[in-house]
T-cell receptor
Framework: AQSVTQLDSQVPVFEEAPVELRCNYS??????LFWYVQYPNQGLQLLLK??????LVKGINGFEAEFNKSQTSFHLRKPSVHISDTAEYFCAVSAAMNYGGSQGNLIFGKGTKLSVKP | KAGVTQTPRYLIKTRGQQVTLSCSPISGHRSVSWYQQTPGQGLQFLFEYFSETQRNKGNFPGRFSGRQFSNSRSEMNVSTLELGDSALYLC??????????????FGSGTQLSVL
């Protein structure tokens, strides 16, 4: 089974500052990793995903994440945040396809609320 | 292309009642998953359907059930509602349940309040 830990429930930052949202996972098999964002009163949108290959993954809205297998981490970063980035961010994991993973069955972290202040 | 549509958007029920939530996936998507989102537990996987068959089920009691129709639309039913069932129920669709490169497309959810 897989599990995800998002170490920070809330992260306040000032506009144009860099931000890192932390995510650690545990799994006995290879995994796929995802970051989703949820804006107020909306569903989730995929920011980026890691399936295989390059450990640095670039997503939408200037976000990127780095897969670190030795530290079982998948931290999300943005060099300069905007007010519009204020949202809740979810890290998610699924077992890789060849281990029976399914795109529909994701294990989510508890979320990190990013609050960008002017 | 229309996104994932969930109805109703808001629902208020009392304990002991039952409720049915509806989800219409993106046209052409055959996989539908359901998640429960609460402030305390976060997002928890309920079940996943593909081609009218349940492929995966999360750790929820039997009061939670679902089905998928031939047009890929899905319904979720909760019987004998409890206060703890108050949550945002999210539906997500994808082309296939398995496969690299797929991503989930989420609806805006149904906010269920149990009084």
């Amino acid at each position: 089974a897989q599990s995800v830990t998002q170490l920070d429930s809330q992260v306040p930052v000032f506009e144009e500052a860099p931000v890192e949202l932390r995510c650690n996972y545990s799994s006995s098999v290879s995994v796929y990793l995802f970051w989703y964002v949820q804006y107020p009163n909306q569903g989730l949108q995929l920011l980026l995903k890691y399936l295989s290959g390059s450990t640095l993954v670039k997503g939408i809205n200037g976000f990127e994440a780095e897969f670190n297998k030795s530290q079982t981490s998948f931290h999300l970063r943005k060099p300069s945040v905007h007010i519009s980035d204020t949202a809740e961010y979810f890290c998610a994991v699924s077992a890789a396809m060849n281990y029976g993973g399914s795109q529909g069955n994701l294990i989510f972290g508890k979320g990190t609320k990013l609050s960008v202040k002017p | 292309k229309a996104g994932v549509t969930q109805t109703p958007r808001y629902l208020i029920k009392t304990r002991g009642q039952q409720v049915t939530l509806s989800c219409s996936p993106i046209s052409g998507h055959r996989s539908v998953s359901w998640y429960q989102q609460t402030p305390g537990q976060g997002l928890q996987f309920l079940f996943e359907y593909f081609s009218e068959t349940q492929r995966n089920k999360g750790n929820f009691p039997g009061r939670f059930s679902g089905r998928q129709f031939s047009n890929s639309r899905s319904e979720m039913n909760v019987s004998t509602l409890e206060l703890g069932d108050s949550a945002l129920y999210l539906c997500a669709s994808s082309l296939q349940p398995r496969g690299e490169g797929e991503k989930l497309f989420f609806g805006s959810g149904t906010q269920l309040s149990v009084l």
